[in-house]
């Protein structure tokens, strides 16, 4: 037997089918012993390489592609690239449609974060709160039915407005599924936030702090939970968000926990924002009035929305046409995924699940 | 160039494809504008606020040569891409500016040069700025083109390099690690490229 113990550093694979990775993504992890040494993400399993495909395509084609970047929160990518057209034809969307795509992407921001909630808690190892979120869920996605006919991928956000106005008894449901979603809520957070085992496997975990945050390029929820308040809704309104008073959860720690608590206060805010919106909505057009070729004038813009998973953003240039000639899209998982080298050097193999779902990502938007 | 369909074609004198110096030599007729309106270009509303913006970063960047402009609503400053760096640490570091958060690199292909966009935010001040660089390039080289790396000064811009690296073909000189990220190993030809036989392309 030797004097001196030599470092073995054995390299385990995370592979890209495993189900805590929370879609097609591999880590390749050195560890010695149960310590992380270091991680190489790698990437790339889900690119469909939806920036090139919108070369080739019309405006109102990119909308659905928009629509499958981030497949969780599809209301809020279709708003974004209708923003950064609209912004380039300078169009005046009509107030009711704004009121009812705010609407939209708050109840979409809550299906969002109820499913991380879910998975979360799937990948600490608790089966239940899963239950309960899809439940919740699925009174969501019925009204997303019933308004544009499909649960997901709706295309229902057009350049100029919505493609066609909600039904008659909008108003009144969206108002008893807030109670149901209210009491839900609470209910997901009794499950889980407070107990023990969740504690102490999140508490300290995974600790980054603001400034470095800020370096790596966190943004949305795991950037708030490090202290840092920037919200998009906040210091860049868009849409009517100007009119709504709520607020903007951030967390002080900067661990797991933070990064998972931040959403929970957020879909609180979330049903504040609905209804105030109910309250102020009128009667009105629903789109505005554009040719039916959209053919916007050259140049390029920058729009960005707040998403579920962070800042959303879309550097578009037209040539005139009436196809774009180049849609870039910034991912928020894309820069929250660059943390997870300093997030897990140094932290034990069993956390390693734990930090890569606060980050929550949707592969979707990280490869495009 | 129009088309005449009157049905006495025969009596008209067609004149074939010619080179020849015809009356409106001078006038080459555009496809586009066949048949729509003319192309326009976007309205600039760039607001009392960015102004002050543009002012701001002209004065501080005064000694590196910017190009201001306006894209819709945001303030651009174009720069060589030899003063790429020092420009990029003197908006970090000048007190007023302080654009510490890197939000995207945006690589465009227009044919002859390729335009690299670095969209910038200071948290502090609440700024947001476009900085683009373009540098000239040749169909068919690889590298396409040299650009220093901006992830010494922004560790945020490492995974934006490696995907710019792995659709354009860009190197970006001082880069840690310039491996492919989101196309498989063994991929030919850089897809972002106009260049790209994307219709054509068969893999099976």
């Known amino acids: ?295 916007p004038p050259q140049g390029a813009v920058f729009a960005h929305a707040e998403n579920p998973r962070g800042d959303l953003g879309v550097y578009l240039v037209s040539d005139g046409t009436n196809k774009p000639y180049r849609v870039k899209v910034r991912p928020p998982s894309f820069c929250n995924l660059q943390a997870l080298k300093t997030l897990l050097r140094g932290t034990y193999l069993a956390d390693a699940v734990i930090i890569l779902g606060s980050l929550d990502i949707i592969l979707g938007e990280v490869d495009r | 160039m129009e088309k005449d369909n009157s049905g006495s074609s025969e009596s008209e004198s067609q004149t074939p494809k010619d080179t020849s110096p015809s009356e409106n030599d001078g006038v080459k007729p555009q496809a586009t504008s066949r048949r729509g309106p003319p192309v326009q270009l976007a309205p600039e509303v760039l607001g009392g606020d960015g102004e002050a913006l543009s002012l701001l970063v002209s004065e501080s960047l005064s000694v590196y040569g910017p190009i201001m402009g306006v894209a819709v609503d945001q303030v651009v400053v174009q720069v060589a891409v030899e003063k790429l760096t020092v420009t990029a640490l003197k908006l970090r570091d000048d007190q007023r500016l302080r654009f510490n958060y890197f939000r995207c690199l945006a690589t465009v292909d227009y044919h002859q040069y390729l335009e690299f966009v670095y969209l910038l935010y200071s948290t502090e001040y609440r700024y947001q700025i476009m900085l683009k660089t373009s540098v000239d390039y040749i169909e068919g080289a690889a590298p396409t083109a040299i650009v220093p790396s901006l992830s010494e000064i922004w560790p945020a811009a490492d995974w934006h390099e490696r995907e710019s690296h792995d659709l354009f073909g860009v190197l970006f000189s001082g880069h840690p690690n310039m491996e492919p990220l989101l196309l498989y190993e063994g991929f030919e030809g850089f897809p972002g490229l106009k260049s790209f036989p994307f219709n054509e392309y068969e893999d099976w």
């Open chain 1, 1 to 295: 037997m030797n004097q001196e113990s030599s470092l073995v550093e054995m390299m385990i694979n995370m592979g890209p089918q495993h189900p805590s990775t929370h879609g097609v993504f591999r880590m390749v992890l050195k560890i010695d012993g149960e310590r992380i040494v270091d991680v190489e993400p790698h990437i790339g399993y889900l690119h469909r390489g939806s920036e090139k495909l919108s070369e080739s395509e019309t405006y109102s084609q990119v909308v659905t592609l928009f629509d499958r970047l981030d497949y969780v929160s599809n209301f809020n990518n279709e708003l974004v690239f209708c923003m950064a057209v609209e912004k380039l034809m300078s169009v005046d969307v009509p107030e009711r449609a704004q009121y009812l795509r705010i609407i939209l992407c708050e109840l979409n921001r809550i299906a969002s974060h109820l499913l991380f909630y879910g998975t979360y808690g799937l990948d600490a190892g608790a089966i239940t709160p899963i239950m309960y979120s899809f439940r919740e869920r699925e009174r969501i996605q019925n009204l997303f039915e019933s308004v544009t006919g499909a649960r997901m991928m709706h295309n229902f956000i057009r350049i100029g407005g919505l493609k066609e106005d909600v039904p008659t008894d909008f108003n009144h449901r969206v108002g008893e599924l807030l109670v149901k979603l209210s009491i839900a809520i609470d209910e997901c957070d009794t499950l889980l936030s407070q107990n023990e085992i969740f504690l102490s496997r999140t508490k300290g975990v995974g600790v980054i702090g603001a400034e470095e945050a800020l370096a790596i390029g966190m943004t949305g929820p795991p950037l708030r939970a490090s202290g840092v308040v920037e919200d998009v809704r906040a210091t860049d309104p868009y849409q009517l968000y100007d009119r709504f008073d709520f607020g903007i959860p951030v967390g002080t720690n900067g661990d797991a926990w933070d990064r998972y608590y931040v959403p929970m206060e957020e879909m609180r805010q979330a049903i504040v924002i609905i209804e105030q919106a109910l309250e102020q909505i009128e009667s009105g057009p629903v789109i505005a009035q554009l040719r039916r070729i959209i053919r």
